[in-house]
């Protein structure tokens, strides 16, 4: 993930803000920068690379200056460029930003038109012009923001300095957090609370769409309407710790939440906004060849590749093999010449999925990886490193590790397409633009929280449960079912819906929910018939689907869960917040170890 850095201090801030981005390089990034304000002028040094790249910019050029923000940035929009890092400066103000503008083409089409002139292939620049538009016009600071953030779709953070303003930082937060840090005459701003700590130990969490505008005498906090709220003060206590929950909970649940922001930085590893084309890390020759992929996986992370079969066989048209790692090797796989083995894995460490992928390599097969460690074993023995940008994950049960592994494996699943000459141009277009979507859906998915709370409280008595789905929903079921299992020991299976009358239907009753992940759409109306079987048992039916598939289906259910409308594409990536928020809110009224779960352990490094 970025990292932001703000520092509106006393004394010379370079170096401390220097100190900031060293304490976020476990985001991972590859580019950074810095800018101060000074004697009514910016000044900045950025550089591609690693941190020692600018350090040793500093050291030839130091940057003066009692005000400024910094940025660590991964390459999306453009390469890892110095053009392209963080901050960005139009006219009279300099930018920071985490996340994705959604909308950024139409907000950039709009200011060229008005005789601005970009200097990055970045979103984020949008932001830095839109600003100083207002700023133009005459508006100030706080009220240029005010204008500013209703026209962003995304999920961002920001952090914003005025040239003419040497005792103002004003940030922002939709779908990633800010942090705001209180010190003795000056005030920061910063990813979170590890990026603060060498500087306070007393912060507030913003809240989702707060802004903050940050002096050396205090700090004012609006919410998304404008409207003056307190945030508490709280003690960070980071001193040496990787992350904290910020004002969450557990951990899972915060990472649940970060789901936009990190899913939306994943994909803009892999998506080219202003080309609208999906890109990977390897040529397109090399894929054209590839005549079978073989998934490999455990776990969450194989329910991810079950969604990616349904993927490559539908856009690429190359046949899928899956495998659980555990079982690969013993099955002895006919591997055949050409072929392409995925190993997908959070930690890049998992002891079965390694041992599978020299096993493939043994046998000939290209080598990908899907993975969260870029500096892990599996990373390192790739010949196709596809990273998932999630960041550090510690809730035992992965969550965002399992969007960012979907969102990377649907760019996959398309360029695969593309180079097998099965995607048309105006398609590749089309899932551009759907995936480029998934955050803010997200987003709204999360808003969903406390109603699935409430439904939580139907759950939480059951001892069985069962999950149903149809197509790629049926590895949500199969993912929902696992959550509840691993956090809240509730025993629970998921089945393709065609295959309760198989069996299963044999176990409804009224004692038993029975959970339907089914979003309107072509196999809609099969689920729901699947659905009504339960229902004419006696069976207690939670749905959770679209408002047009609750307004269709839902009478006569439990409970309801009304998502919004999304493409299929992208429907596992948004149904995936309510079966995990779902077991989060069982598991805390039952009172179980959110976060660490009895017997399990977050990376499984043996067999």
């Known amino acids: 993930m970025c990292g932001i850095v703000g520092i509106l201090g006393q004394a010379k801030v370079a170096p401390r803000l220097f100190d900031g981005l060293k304490r976020l390089e476990y985001r991972g990034y590859d580019s950074s920068g810095i800018c101060t304000a000074h004697d009514g002028d910016f000044d900045r040094r950025r550089a591609p690379g690693k941190l020692a790249h600018l350090a040793e910019r500093l050291a030839a050029d130091p940057l003066p200056g009692v005000i400024g923000i910094a940025h660590t940035r991964w390459a999306t929009h453009g390469g890892p460029t110095e053009d392209n890092a963080h901050p960005h400066i139009a006219g009279d103000v300099a930018v920071v930003h985490n996340g994705i503008i959604e909308n950024f083409k139409p907000l950039r089409d709009e200011l060229i038109a008005d005789g601005r002139t970009f200097l990055s292939e970045t979103d984020s620049e949008v932001v830095a012009h839109l600003v100083d538009r ?150 397109e020759g090399d894929l054209s060849a590839v005549k079978r992929v073989t998934i490999v996986a455990c776990g969450t992370s194989f329910y991810a590749g079950m969604v990616a079969r349904y993927w490559f066989e539908q856009f690429a048209r190359v046949p899928v093999d899956l495998d659980v790692a555990s079982e690969f090797r013993y099955r002895a796989p006919v591997m055949e010449p050409g072929g392409l083995a995925l190993f997908i894995s959070q930690s890049g460490e998992t002891a079965d999925t390694l041992a599978a992928l020299r096993h493939a390599r043994a046998e000939g097969q290209t080598i990908a990886v899907v993975c969260n460690v870029p500096t892990s074993s599996m990373a390192r023995e790739a010949d196709l490193l596809l990273s998932t940008h999630a960041g550090p994950e510690i809730g035992v049960a992965s969550t965002k590790a399992f969007t960012c592994q979907l969102a990377v494996l649907a760019a996959f699943a398309a360029n695969l397409a593309r180079a097998k000459g099965r995607l048309s141009r105006e398609d590749e277009r089309a899932i551009v633009e759907h995936l480029a979507e998934a955050p803010a859906s997200l987003n709204a998915a999360l808003a969903l929280d406390e109603a699935i709370e409430q439904v939580a409280t139907q759950v939480a008595p059951a001892r069985d449960v069962l999950y149903l789905g149809r197509g790629t929903d049926y590895p949500l079921a199969l993912e929902g079912a696992l959550k509840l299992k691993e956090i809240s020991y509730i025993h629970a299976e998921g089945y393709a819906a065609g295959e309760m009358k198989h069996g299963p239907i044999a176990l409804i009753d009224d004692a038993v929910p029975v959970i339907v992940i089914a979003p309107s759409g072509p196999l809609f109306e099969k689920t729901v018939s699947n659905m009504q079987e339960v229902r004419a048992r006696g069976g207690r039916v939670i749905l959770i689907s679209d408002e047009d598939g609750i307004a269709e289906a839902g009478a006569g259910c439990a409970a309801t869960i009304a998502l919004p409308r999304v493409h299929p594409l992208i429907a596992p990536i948004v149904y995936a917040v309510p079966i995990q928020l779902l077991a989060y809110h069982v598991a805390v009224q039952k009172g179980t170890d959110v976060d660490q779960p009895r017997n399990l352990a977050k990376s499984v490094t043996v067999e």
Request: no cysteine; glycine share 8%; net charge negative.
């Open 134 to 283: 207002e700023r133009q016009r005459g508006a100030s600071p706080t009220d240029a923001m005010a204008t500013v953030l209703p026209r962003l779709h995304g999920a961002f953070a920001l952090a914003v300095m005025f040239k003419d303003q040497p005792d103002l930082l004003i940030g922002a937060r939709l779908g990633a957090p800010l942090t705001v840090g209180y010190g003795e005459g000056e005030n920061y701003l910063g990813s979170d609370a590890h990026a603060l700590a060498a500087l306070t130990q007393r912060i507030a969490y913003l809240d989702e769409g707060d802004w903050a505008v940050v002096r050396r005498d205090g700090v004012e906090i609006f919410d998304r309407d404008n409207q003056r709220v307190e945030r508490p003060i709280v003690h960070s206590g980071v001193s040496s710790q990787v992350v904290d929950k910020g004002n969450h909970r557990h951990f899972m649940l915060k990472e649940i939440y970060e789901q936009p922001i990190v899913v939306a930085q994943t994909l803009r590893s892999y998506l080219q906004r202003m080309d609208e084309r999906v890109t990977l890390p390897i040529p």
